[in-house]
T-cell receptor
């Protein structure tokens, strides 16, 4: 069964450093997402991406964040200058359609630890 | 803005028994979708069940069923014949008809006792 993959599974970085989290969505999917889950808290939407541009973003997704689909398969989330409060689990998701109850398929997540 | 509320931070159930997890939501939309996701200790998000708001019939998936009350904006999950593998965090989530994002509740930790 096709699945969303994410690398790395765990990233440790120092405050102020740039990190890039990588995702490979399911190949025929068109809509891509990043969500964040701070430990013990709810899953929060960060950004959605369609047709090579951001379609929606939350207030969390400030100028420190950017997303890119550099080729036909990868979807990346970059945090330019990490803060302690960026420590969280980051989930990538993808889906085929917006209309209808199409499932967003989630990757296994990347645990980001900022020290 | 849409909100999702899960009022039970934690629930416990005896193996083979039935448990119901509560979820309420707030929206002004008439067409939308509701989901229950399971997050085991691995933290992978797994879809358990979905409900289309335009359908009156409650969704069922094997041991999992929902009680969808549109007027009350309530969407509870019933797990029958609970198994040890059901132990996880359960998130209720909402998505508008043509919406991009899932809006999640705070989650309910389900513990299954043997």
């Amino acid at each position: 069964e096709p699945e969303v993959t994410q690398t790395p599974s765990h990233q440790v970085t120092q405050m102020g450093q740039e990190v890039i989290l990588r995702c490979v969505p399911i190949s025929n999917h068109l809509y891509f997402y990043w969500y964040r889950q701070i430990l013990g808290q709810k899953v929060e939407f960060l950004v959605s991406f369609y047709n090579n541009e951001i379609s929606e973003k939350s207030e969390i997704f400030d100028d420190q964040f950017s997303v890119e689909r550099p080729d036909g398969s990868n979807f990346t989330l970059k945090i330019r200058s990490t803060k302690l409060e960026d420590s969280a689990m980051y989930f990538c998701a993808s889906t085929t359609e917006l209309a209808g109850g199409y499932e967003q398929y989630f990757g296994p997540g990347t645990r980001l630890t900022v020290t | 803005a849409q909100t999702v509320t899960q009022s039970q931070p934690e629930m416990s159930v005896q193996e083979a028994e039935t448990v119901t997890l509560s979820c309420t939501y707030d929206t002004s939309e008439s067409d939308y979708y509701l989901f229950w996701y399971k997050q085991p200790p691995s933290r992978q998000m797994i879809l358990v069940i979905r409900q289309e708001a335009y359908k009156q019939q409650n969704a069922t998936e094997n041991r999992f069923s929902v009680n969808f009350q549109k007027a009350a904006k309530s969407f509870s999950l019933k797990i029958s014949d609970s198994q040890l593998g059901d132990a996880a965090m359960y998130f209720c989530a909402y998505r508008a008809e043509y919406g991009n994002k899932l809006v999640f509740g705070a989650g309910t930790i389900l513990r299954v006792k043997s």
